[in-house]
């Protein structure tokens, strides 16, 4: 089979945030992640194409990016798509996510590999068959033989509609099938090895929902103290709290005067997930004190709250996020703060 394998400008050796941007690549030859399964494939599978793209130019060129793949899918007539694995990049997730949607529309198989966290998953983890990894690139080489070897199953027309079995994410697509027991028989079987505190699996699970209360809404802002906070990592020079650029165990609170005053020209960003540039020259680009100052100053709000509060978001766990975020509401909650403005990368 004729494979696809599409990857971003990091594992395409091309650079890292500051080459995001990059364009829409063809190559011929098999490089960085595409490499490693090439050396796994059976004889008569091959990767007959890598596709390289920035992260920003996939997500903000979906058309385009459809078109492209489209046309490089007919003209090299690829069997099989492989995209990633893209980890707990957010970004990269979705532009792999993206692809496997284009491959399924055409037909065509896709695999990848993600954090179960990822966006990418959520949004397409119907489109194609994605595996679980770990939330880093460190998890390259445990995961790689699992995608490869399910991509031989695939080229060698095998069964792979079991996702326990093959170790990748439910995708939610129903498929028919002929059983022995009908399906009130097998739920009467369930019901009663439930009775009996026996082990059993259930044929629909359940997705599990987090639910949290919604806040009251605040009655009157022109009189509430309002606080910043964000978790685009916006931090004073030196990043005096060491807030890590991912997967984030600490947060800070900060003062005007720590970023140099309301231009805040003192600014470091500590998020490793989106490009600094702009925020690192005027933080207001990402924790906006001087526009929430200006709400201030109309009447809009009674109060701003002296000091922001700031974390990295980026690859940051569910529960460390929900820890930390009782950490700061307590903490805003003592200081007599109303209601928060929070920003995010």
């Given amino acids: 089979m004729n494979i696809l394998y599409y990857i971003n400008q990091f594992f ?15 190559r011929e030859e098999s490089i960085g992640p595409s490499m490693a399964m090439s050396g796994l494939l059976e004889e008569g599978n091959k990767i007959a194409v890598t596709v390289v793209c920035g992260d920003n130019y996939a997500v903000e060129n979906e058309e385009l990016l459809k078109e492209k793949i489209t046309e490089v899918i007919r003209e090299k007539k690829i ?102 027991k009908t399906g009130a028989v097998r739920s009467v079987d369930m019901l009663l090895k439930k009775l009996k505190g026996e082990s059993f699996e259930t044929e629909l699970k359940m997705p599990k929902f987090h639910m949290s209360p919604i806040s009251p809404a605040i009655k009157d802002l022109s009189r509430a103290k309002i606080a910043l906070v964000t978790t685009c990592g916006v931090v004073p020079e030196g990043n005096p709290d060491h807030i890590e650029a991912h997967a984030a165990t600490v947060w800070g609170t900060y003062e005007m005067e720590d970023y140099g005053g309301v231009e805040m020209p003192d600014t470091f960003v500590a998020h490793g997930g989106y490009t600094p540039v702009y925020a690192t020259s005027n933080g207001n680009r990402a924790l906006p004190v001087d526009a929430a100052l200006r709400l201030e100053e109309e009447g809009y709000i009674g109060d701003l709250y ?40």
């Avoid at 395409?12 to 063809?26: C, R, S, T, Y």
């Avoid at 990848?112 to 068959?129: A, D, I, L, Q, T």
């Fill in 79 to 180: 069997d099989l798509v492989v995209a990633g694995p893209a980890f707990n990049a957010g970004r990269y997730g979705m532009a792999c996510g993206l692809v496997c949607r284009i491959a399924f529309f055409l037909g065509i198989p896709a695999v990848s590999g993600m954090f179960e966290e990822n966006p990418g998953r959520e949004v397409y983890g119907k489109f194609g068959y994605i595996f679980p990894t770990s939330n880093n690139a460190s998890g390259m080489r445990k995961v790689m033989p699992k995608m490869a070897g399910f991509v031989n199953k695939l080229c060698r027309g095998e069964d792979v509609y079991d996702s326990e079995a093959c170790g990748y994410f439910t995708r939610g697509i129903r498929h028919y099938y002929t059983t022995e």
């Fill in 12 to 26: 395409g050796q091309i650079g890292g945030e500051e080459k995001a941007d990059h364009p829409f690549e063809v």
């Fill in 306 to 345: 002296e000091k922001f509060t700031v974390t990295v978001g980026n690859c940051m766990p569910v529960d460390r996020a929900e820890k930390i975020g009782k950490e700061i509401a307590q903490t805003l909650k003592e200081a007599g703060v109303d209601g928060v403005l929070l920003t995010s990368a």
